[in-house]
């Protein structure tokens, strides 16, 4: 098995590198990387209903879209992310258990009891440590997750706290758990020494892409993984409401990230200009500059 370990901390980079070795090679690989202070939600996923939107905007969150399913979760520096590509298995292409050995001896080398649980998760002590997902690629299949090594854990709780009842639709929803880094259960852990024992236990050395292939992943992460439309405008159809607003009841239905339909209870000039225009913080402010609204209204709107 191939080791590549990213070059750079950019999470657009390294969703298009799964994307791209997905799609390019047939050799078993494992991609390890550690993204920048990111929420990544799962394909299928309402991005605004499945985080805090103003602690993320006003704390200077990326956010992203990844190709697998799942729910949504927190990248930072503190956070080493495990990819493995390898043929797809005839009748149970995706197989968890099977990779998840891998990382189960990882950590049980470096003192943490780590067990299987559920259908894609790894727990210690009672906690998760660990979330996995998959995709499949005509013969090939990503099984991929995340190992908490000492990430900002109530960075982590605030950007994916949420509040019940505003947002009506058909995508999948997180599974919210009790998680802990690994460094709780042996404090000498770190995404070094993890890079390092993934080596030992498969035995291969850790290297990186070529230029030509960084040139292919740089123009994918542009064309797609950076791309509004792939991680606002890929969220399923949804409805926006709020009951208790300066201006009355709001009501907003939005389709492939734009407002296709708006209600506002006691301010209806506004309904026709919002039309069209797209469900996010910089689209929204610019409106609400426009109408003179105090910086603090616009956070009505989500």
Known sequence: MRIIVSPTHDPYFN?????????????????????????????????????????????????????TGGGAVFHDQGNLNYAFFAAAE???????????NRVIQVLQRLGINAV????????TEGYKIS????????????????????????MLSACLK??????????????RAHVTNLSQFNPDITIETLIRTFCEIIQSEANTFSAPETAAIEQLADEKFRSWNWIWGYSPPYTFERSATPWGK???????????????EYNSRWQDQLLGMPHDYPSLSIFAQRQGLPPEEIWWFF
Request: charged share 20%.
């Open 116 to 123: 299987f649980e559920g259908k894609n998760n790894l727990r």
């Open 250 to 264: 709001l009501k907003l239905s939005v389709e492939k990230g734009l407002i296709v339909d708006a209600s506002i």
């Open 131 to 154: 979330g996995n997902a998959g995709h499949v690629f005509k013969t090939i299949a990503l099984h991929h997750g995340t190992l908490l090594v000492n990430a900002n854990l109530q």
């Open 15 to 67: 969703l298009a590198a799964e994307e791209y070795l997905l799609r390019n090679y047939k050799e078993e690989v494992l991609y390890l990387y550690v993204n920048q202070p990111t929420v990544v939600v799962g394909k299928h996923q309402n991005l605004l209903s499945e985080i805090n939107y103003r602690f993320v905007v006003e704390q200077d969150i990326a956010l992203a879209r990844r190709i």
């Open 90 to 100: 005839t009748g149970a292409q995706i197989n968890f258990p099977k990779y998840l």
């Open 162 to 175: 949420t509040e019940e009842g505003r947002y009506t639709d058909r995508a999948v929803k997180s599974v």
